[in-house]
């Protein structure tokens, strides 16, 4: 059977999701292996659901949050920026194919720009297989 | 007190390996293997591991009998009934080799606790039908280690008691000493193992008789007094505040003990499956006595190793009418801040 | 001071510095001052232990407590983590290392403790020995400084070393290493991990109440000690210290099962340094580098 990555995306209400929303009403394509949680802001991701989503079987993770200083809340994505930076060291150097979390400003009117982005990420997870490291047998 | 038998055998200590394999042969073997950390007991996969070179290993032999993880059910959510089922204890006959007297009388102690009344734990009680324990001398021309106090609990450094085979060492040889019918029963069937002289019974006697002369640290201590004057100075403050001044609440204390026996029972789900298992927990955690209602007891570091220390030495004697500590000298060792309980009950006594 | 060291180590070629003994006796007749003008309530320091190989972390309340202070190469605890069970406003002294001041440097920077309440006692050492095995503290384990970065009073002199080891030298073979083989390595090392929490216990920096790691809503990972439930806990509490650890190495003493925690401690430092140009624990006026930002960051950081 072809694998069919499982990839979990977390975006941001202001920015991200509605993005998302409009790649769907101006019927762009783009591959169904995404799951979206919608989060007020990137900032209230806590490091923790990236390392739990893949223990629960995720084999990617995609964040979008709004551009550096267009934040509705001003400042949460460059207090996450900083955060998710350091996640990412630290699943590299835990031995997690740093390629498997990704983080993208995606703005409210780039369609567009989201439909590229999973595409070229589900890409990206199905050449690098399923997600074994962190998975955990149920 | 236990009739000795009159079966001794030995085997050249570099000739363990064969022994260690032999035993592999009819069950499962636990013994001392060097660690980067210090001698720890292990399931052995290779004879060539075993190793009696050790002084006593950083964690306590406990985990054969009370594993730090005990499966009890397993279960599938459902509706409308969740299905649960008790997880069956399978287990070969285990032999535990290698065990220091100190270790050989916590058995007997946790044995008072997973049985005490008429209630008995199944789990312990199988695992402890199931293994023979060879015990091990200390060795007699060394002095012992300074955390070490097992006098102090009339334990001596070749006592037999809790051991089914007893082993001494005399230089490059072994001897085994049969002290229960169970024991009997597989030094006869280990046919690896050599006959013995009278020289070697006269030095098996003499080593135990030697045995009883050597002492760590000590100081006397009757049963009853311990267990008053730690409840007389339940509320000096004073005492109990500086005695854990420099502890830091940590737990390790707990996880090497080997008559500490708290544990926790959680379900362990993930997506609709789980197991509900017995896991070590430390009454040194901060939140061991968190309750419901978010209230705590024991909300200070002292309050929590007042308890400790009152569980072992004054709480046990009035249950269960023993010491729940054998002087094996873990805790003092392995405390990062160097906390010695045996300077904490040496104190307690003088106020 | 015995200069023994085992398996064959070089000795750090330090500059020579203040003998442990007039340390001590400087540490003594200070704390001595403070306590009998009440200056301070407390004096955090060292006391005997059972051998001169073991002292404790002691706390001298009265000028009579005195007495029992030591220092010697084996007074290796950070005192930082006694700091927050004092009350609000008790003034202390407290005998720091040097990077055992970064740590108190941390606390203030965080709002724990006030400056103005502490007189800090700062110890300069590079000769400090492990407990366990009698060896060297230096880089390759701690952050290899040998002064204090704040202090009141200095009970020695200034070490300057000709050449200053970095305290990330150590992470170059596990840099190196491919993704799998370091999988490898962290899964060995941390499936051994007992879940005994003293890692946390030691550290300074870790003050929440409570854990999260000990909150059951939501339950981040379960208590016995499996190999997932090890990983949720080590790497959050790796990103929960991430531009805090002050790399002092107590995790990494106190683990009874030795697992090298500062490894990876000392990674998240240097990285973090490396993309916010900011060590921690070194100036109180600066934020710790998670809960601050610049608009300039770079989005390289995310690569």
């Known amino acids: 059977m072809d694998f069919e990555p499982k990839i979990l995306g977390i975006a941001c209400n202001w920015c991200t999701y509605t993005g998302a929303d409009l790649a769907g009403t101006t019927r762009l394509k783009y591959p169904q292996n995404l799951r979206v949680i919608r989060v007020m802001c990137t900032s209230r991701i806590n490091p923790s659901f990236i390392i739990r989503a ?11 949050g709004c551009h550096p200083g267009d934040c509705h809340y001003n400042t949460g994505n460059l207090y996450a920026r900083r955060r998710l930076a350091v996640t990412k060291k630290i699943l590299n150097f835990a031995g997690l194919e740093a390629k498997r979390l990704r983080v993208e400003w995606i703005s409210a009117s780039e369609g567009n720009k989201f439909a590229e982005v999973v595409r070229e990420f589900t890409a990206q997870i199905r050449n690098l297989g399923p997600q074994t490291k962190f998975k955990i047998s149920p | 007190m236990i009739e000795e038998r009159l079966v001794l055998k030995k085997t050249a200590i570099e000739k363990i390996n064969e022994l260690a394999a032999a035993l592999m042969e009819m069950g499962t073997l636990i013994a ?28 306590s032999p406990k985990f054969v009998f009370f594993p730090q993880t005990e499966n009890f059910l397993s279960y599938q959510i459902a509706k409308p009934f969740t299905n649960a089922e008790p997880v069956e204890l399978a287990i070969t006959p285990v032999f535990l080799f290698g065990v220091r007297p100190c270790d050989t009388r916590s058995f007997a102690i946790l044995d008072r606790h997973f049985e005490a009344s008429s209630i008995v734990d199944p789990y312990w009680r199988k695992r402890r039908e199931n293994a023979t324990i060879f015990g091990y001398a200390f060795a007699l021309d060394t002095p012992p280690d300074n955390a070490d106090f097992y006098s102090m609990l009339g334990i001596h450094a070749a006592d037999t008691e809790g051991s089914d085979i007893f082993m001494v060492r005399n230089d490059g040889e072994l001897l085994l000493k ?24 006269n030095y098996y006697t003499e080593y135990l008789a030697r045995g009883r002369e050597y002492k760590t640290r000590t100081l006397c201590l009757e049963q009853e007094t311990a267990a008053g004057k730690f409840e007389e100075i339940f509320y000096n403050n004073d005492f109990w505040g500086k005695t854990a001044s420099a502890c830091l609440s940590c737990g390790i204390c707990t996880f090497v003990c080997p008559t500490c026996y708290c544990f926790d029972i959680c379900d362990e789900t993930m997506f609709k ?39 072992k030495y004054s709480y046990s004697p009035r249950k269960y009418d023993v010491i729940s500590c054998v002087g094996c000298g873990r805790c003092v060792r392995s405390c990062p801040v160097n906390i010695d309980i045996y300077s904490i009950v040496s104190s307690a006594l003088k106020i | 001071m015995n200069g023994k060291s085992c398996c064959g180590d070089i000795e750090t070629a330090g500059d020579k510095m203040t003998g442990f003994h007039e340390i001590e006796e400087r540490l003594k007749s200070e704390a001595f001052r403070l306590l009998q003008a009440g200056e301070v309530s407390v004096v955090l320091a060292y006391g005997k232990g059972t051998d001169e190989r073991h002292p404790v972390p002691f706390a001298a309340l009265t000028t009579a407590d005195v007495e029992n202070i030591v220092f010697n190469e084996h007074c290796t605890h950070n005192m930082a983590r006694y700091l927050l069970r004092y009350p609000s406003g008790t003034k202390i002294a407290v005998a720091l290392k040097g990077v055992d001041s970064r740590a108190v440097v941390v606390l203030i920077q965080e709002g724990k403790i006030n400056r103005d309440n502490l007189v800090i006692l700062g110890i300069p050492t590079n000769s400090m020995r492990n407990q366990q095995n009698g060896q060297i ?21 200034e070490v300057h070393e000709a050449t200053v080891a970095s305290p990330y030298d150590v992470l170059a073979p596990y840099e190196a290493m491919d993704e ?105 006026e600066d934020k710790p580098v998670i809960v601050d930002f610049r608009v300039e960051d770079s989005d390289k950081i995310l690569e």
């Open chain 1, 54 to 64: 893949f223990q629960l079987g995720a084999d990617g993770v995609l964040i979008g």
């Open chain 2, 178 to 201: 049969s002290i229960t019918s169970k024991g009997e029963q597989l030094l006869s069937e280990l046919t690896l193992l050599q006959e013995t002289s009278s020289d070697d019974e």
């Open chain 3, 137 to 157: 503290i230096d880089a390759r384990t701690t952050c290899g400084i040998a002064n204090p970065v704040l202090f009141d009073i200095l009970l020695g002199e």
């Open chain 2, 273 to 311: 499956k789980g197991t509900r298992r017995r896991v070590w927990d430390s009454c040194m955690f901060t939140d061991f006595t968190l309750e419901a209602s978010g209230h705590n007891p024991r909300t200070n570091v002292f309050q929590r190793l007042r308890q400790k220390v009152c569980h």
């Open chain 3, 180 to 284: 799998d083989a370091r999988w490898n390595f962290w899964k060995t090392e941390l499936d051994r991990c007992i879940r005994c929490y003293a890692c946390r216990k030691a550290c300074p920096m870790c003050y929440c109440d409570p854990c999260f790691i000990d909150v059951t809503k939501p339950r981040w990972a379960n208590k016995s000690p499996q190999l997932a439930g090890n990983l949720m806990y080590h790497l959050t509490r790796f990103q929960h210290l991430a531009g805090r650890c002050v790399d002092c190495g107590e995790c990494s003493r106190v683990c009874p099962v030795a697992i090298p925690l500062y490894l990876f401690h000392k990674k998240v430092a240097k990285d973090c340094e490396e993309m916010f140009q900011q060590t921690a624990g070194m100036r109180i």
């Open chain 2, 32 to 59: 001392p293997v060097q660690e980067a950390v210090g001698a720890n007991f292990k399931t052995i996969e290779n004879p060539q591991e075993v190793s009696l070179d050790f002084y006593n290993t950083v964690l």
